[in-house]
């Protein structure tokens, strides 16, 4: 069955580890995004991708660095984390054609000590 | 600078009431406004609204843009408690695309039986 899958669903990390959020999706989607969500508010755009090899920014400003190595993963890194980046952080795809239609993995809950 | 703002931020109903959700914005040349349910952690797509179709169905739930209002309702009738969810609100400008996306912050929907 096409979907997106993100790993870990929770993680609890202390300040300065590197850490890796996984992303991945089957429907064959060009376009991926990384969202952060905190409680109660406004899902922000911290990464997009268009395709393989095109990786930007997003409105919010982020520590974290992102990779298209293949169409179907787009991992999230941070090299150093901190208690700030504490956060939901959620994976999207959509089609090139209905690109506003994302598909949502069930997110990674990262606290960092 | 572009912003979405639902109201309410929560509520509480029991089975069987028909709720509705208001949705307003201020965007530079809208394009796009889309309703996602939020169950647990992945946001779902529910409706695209535009220009062109300013009224969508299914179900129990349906929605209206009213682009002179700047605003969207989300109606639910005969509400169930798999209703409960967070409800978000999403906007697209007319400049860019799905990466320009400006989420409101969600109503909460609790359906008690």
């Known amino acids: 069955e096409a979907d997106i899958y993100q790993t870990p669903r929770y993680l609890v990390i202390g300040t300065g580890k590197k850490i890796t959020l996984e992303c991945s999706q089957t429907m064959g989607h060009d376009k991926m995004y990384w969202y952060q969500q905190d409680p109660g508010m406004e899902l922000h755009l911290i990464h997009y991708s268009y395709g393989v090899n095109s990786t930007e920014k997003g409105d919010l400003s982020s520590e974290s660095t992102v990779s298209r190595i293949r169409t179907e993963h787009f991992p999230l890194t941070l090299e150093s984390a901190r208690p700030s980046h504490t956060s939901q952080y959620l994976c999207?795809?959509?089609?090139?054609?209905?690109?506003?239609?994302?598909?949502f993995g069930s997110g990674t809950q990262l606290s960092v000590l | 600078e572009d912003k979405v703002v639902q109201s309410p931020l929560s509520l509480v109903v029991h089975e069987g009431d028909t709720v509705t959700l208001n949705c307003s914005y201020e965007?530079?040349?809208?394009?796009?406004l889309l309703w996602y349910k939020q169950e647990k952690k992945a946001p779902t797509f529910l409706f695209m609204l535009t220009s062109s179709g300013i009224e969508k169905k299914s179900g129990r739930l349906s929605s209206i843009l009213d682009k002179k209002e700047l605003s969207s309702i989300l109606n639910i009738t005969a509400t169930q408690t798999g209703d409960s969810a967070i409800y978000l609100c999403a906007v697209e400008p007319g400049q860019g695309g799905s990466e320009k996306l400006v989420f409101g912050k969600g109503t909460k929907l609790t359906v008690n039986p």
């Open positions: 999207a795809s959509s089609d090139t054609t209905e690109s506003e239609k994302l598909f």
């Open positions: 965007v530079t040349n809208f394009r796009s």
